[in-house]
T-cell receptor, first 113, second 125 residues
Framework: DIVMTQSPDSLAVSLGERATINCKSS????????????LAWYQQKPGQPPKLLIY???TRESGVPDRFSGSGSGTDFTLTISSLQAEDAAVYYC?????????FGQGTKLEIK | QLQLQESGPGLVKPSETLSLTCTVS??????????WGWIRQSPGKGLEWIGA???????YYNPSLESRVTMSVDKSKNQFSLKLTSVTASDTAVYFC??????????????????WGRGTLITVS
């Protein structure tokens, strides 16, 4: 099984500042079949389902603001929010889909300082 | 606009079978592009993928739950369903249905989840 570990567990960032969330997989999620990283990011607000932000590690889902970006390859990935807005307060999850039995990170809670 | 809506009993007794249905609107469950499936979320285990199915009836299950899970589809109603047998308190969670999007690798699908239902809380007690 591929284990996904996020860091930090929580962080507080001021409005307009940059927020960075890390995700590490226990094995590489870069697949040789298409040279893509099988990694997605989600945002979840209280009482709501997760919302897809990023897939293929760096492709933004339609309608997602461009202040959200994903980077990384192999086993180490980063979600960056370039200029934090109030509505970005949420829990963020990474997910690997390298294996058919996919798995999620434990989540990172992002608060506004 | 695609919408998914879970329906189920809310409360299930230990050792009994949990049954949930997801109704899809604004899109066809018979699409050749997508899989459809279930994910649950509990405080103790976080987000856990349960399983996925294609409109042909082909299914893929999480190995940790495979012995207790059955998924089925009713194309006439644009619905798909989940049954989880022999439930215990550890199966208490919010259950989400979700559309699975992705790619086939070595003839097996790998997917992320681009549309979710609002979720339904299932308590085993």
């Amino acid at each position: 099984d591929i284990v996904m570990t996020q860091s930090p567990d929580s962080l507080a960032v001021s409005l307009g500042e940059r927020a960075t969330i890390n995700c590490k997989s226990s094995q590489s999620v870069l697949h040789s079949s298409n040279n893509k990283n099988f990694l997605a990011w989600y945002q979840q607000k209280p009482g709501q389902p997760p919302k897809l932000l990023i897939y293929w590690a760096s492709t933004r889902e339609s309608g997602v603001p461009d202040r959200f970006s994903g980077s990384g390859s192999g086993t180490d990935f980063t979600l960056t929010i370039s200029s934090l807005q109030a509505e970005d307060a949420a829990v963020y999850y990474c997910q690997q889909y390298y294996s058919t039995s996919c798995s999620f990170g434990q989540g990172t809670k992002l608060e506004i300082k | 606009q695609l919408q998914l809506q879970e329906s189920g009993p809310g409360l299930v007794k230990p050792s009994e079978t949990l049954s949930l249905t997801c109704t899809v609107s604004g899109g066809s469950i018979s699409s050749n592009t997508y899989y459809w499936g279930w994910i649950r979320q509990s405080p103790g285990k976080g987000l856990e993928w349960i399983g996925a199915m294609y409109h042909t009836g082909k299914t893929y299950y999480n190995p940790s739950l495979e012995s207790r899970v059955t998924m089925s589809v009713d194309k006439s109603k644009n619905q798909f369903s989940l049954k989880l047998t022999s439930v215990t308190a550890s199966d208490t969670a919010v259950y989400f249905c979700a559309r699975h999007t992705g790619i086939a690798v070595a003839r097996t699908p790998r997917y992320y989840f681009d549309s979710w239902g609002r979720g339904t809380l299932i308590t085993v007690s």
